[in-house]
């Protein structure tokens, strides 16, 4: 089967400047991090990617280690790209990252030039691309110099094997610093990608601010917190999802009574406003303007479909917000 894109596809969708870059993203991006590996089907992720360009998603989110086995989302997103989107690459923003773990021995983890530069082109091998469009440091690494990590992802721009340079998990203080060394290096920081959600706010503890005064955007990442922010987990853990899933990143003594007595009352507000509560966990983090994107992952299209319509739903009241940090705080 061949695939035509919805020539309609930039009608729905709305796009954000990335901070103060000439870089605009879709208000949804996709993230590869499960249902991409060599054990999932490849119709169905398949049909994710075809539907999430069709609803005017640019942005495809990945790194090194994401699969199972490591490696394996980036080479089974690679074969989809080629197949289906090769006369698209230009319409796409697609990014990886290196931080965790990836091979044995002392050069394929945490933050020094010899993994990252080494992690970039075995990632590009992966995906048969020439370049990322966006390269990421993972995590922070607390024994290599910042300024190492900063230069070696400064030397990938400058080869032309990354477009723009990011940071993941960096927490504010250190943001501003890799933010600052990037920018002398003359390859400023385009982005910054921190786990953010209605039940996890740490980054509302200075790092939007740094992130905002500086013009770097925000993606947060496991936006539905890995599914809790929806209402799969209410009357136990179904078979077919992350928690029972043994490669899952969401362990099932994560889903307490406690979290589920919030999630709950968090279900109970979103019916009240009209929405599943992945579309009002979505709109939470999109009413602020400093986030450019929310990084979504999805186990099927219809799951994509349903975090879409976040778009076209009422705004926040002052009281439903004070409502939402009353349930969840
Ligand atoms: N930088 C980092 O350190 C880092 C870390 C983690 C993730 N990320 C990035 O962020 C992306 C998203 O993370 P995430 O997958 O944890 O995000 P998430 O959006 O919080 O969780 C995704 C999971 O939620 C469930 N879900 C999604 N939409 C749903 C809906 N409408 N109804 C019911 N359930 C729904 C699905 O679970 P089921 O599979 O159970 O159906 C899906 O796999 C990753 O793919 C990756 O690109 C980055």
């Known amino acids: 089967m061949t695939y035509t894109p919805n020539s309609n596809r930039y009608q729905t969708m709305q796009y954000r400047r990335c901070g103060r870059s000439g870089i605009k993203l879709p208000v949804i991006s996709l993230g590869l991090w499960h249902n991409f590996g060599h054990q999932d089907e490849e119709k169905n992720y398949r049909e994710i990617l075809h539907l999430a360009f069709d609803e005017g998603i640019t942005h495809f989110d990945l790194a090194n280690n994401y699969g199972p086995p490591p490696g394996a989302a980036e080479e089974n997103f690679g074969r989809i790209l080629k197949k289906d989107f090769a006369a698209y690459r230009d319409e796409m ?55 190492e990590t900063m230069s070696a992802l400064s030397l990938i721009i400058k080869q032309g094997k990354a477009l723009y340079a990011g940071i993941s998990n960096y927490p504010a203080e250190e943001a501003g610093k890799a933010i600052d060394l990037l920018k002398q290096m003359g390859t400023p920081c385009l982005i910054h990608q921190p786990k953010y959600s209605m039940l ?28 809790l922010l929806t209402q799969k987990y209410l009357q136990g853990i179904p078979e077919n999802s992350r928690a029972a899933n043994p490669t899952g990143f969401l362990k099932s003594n994560e889903i307490t009574t406690e979290i589920i007595e919030r999630i709950s009352k968090l279900n109970e507000l979103a019916l009240k406003r009209g929405q599943t509560l992945a579309q009002m966990a979505l709109a939470w983090l999109l009413k602020d303007k400093r986030i450019t994107s929310v990084l979504l992952g999805v186990s099927s299209a219809a799951q994509l479909k349903d975090g879409l319509q976040c778009m076209h739903q009422p705004g926040f009241t002052e009281d439903e917000l004070i409502e939402i940090d009353r349930i969840v705080k």
Request: hydrophobic share 35%; glycine share 10%.
């Open 93 to 147: 923003i697609i990014s990886t990252k290196a931080g965790y773990h990836m091979w044995n021995g002392p050069y394929g983890d945490w933050g020094s030039k010899k993994y990252l530069v080494s992690s970039l082109d075995q990632s590009l091998k992966r995906m048969q691309l020439d370049y990322v469009d966006i390269f990421y440091h993972h995590r922070p690494d607390p024994e290599t110099p910042l300024e």
């Open 200 to 227: 996890v706010r740490w980054v509302e503890d200075g790092l939007l601010d740094v992130l905002e005064k500086e013009g770097v955007g925000c993606i947060p990442f496991s936006p539905l917190a890995q599914g």
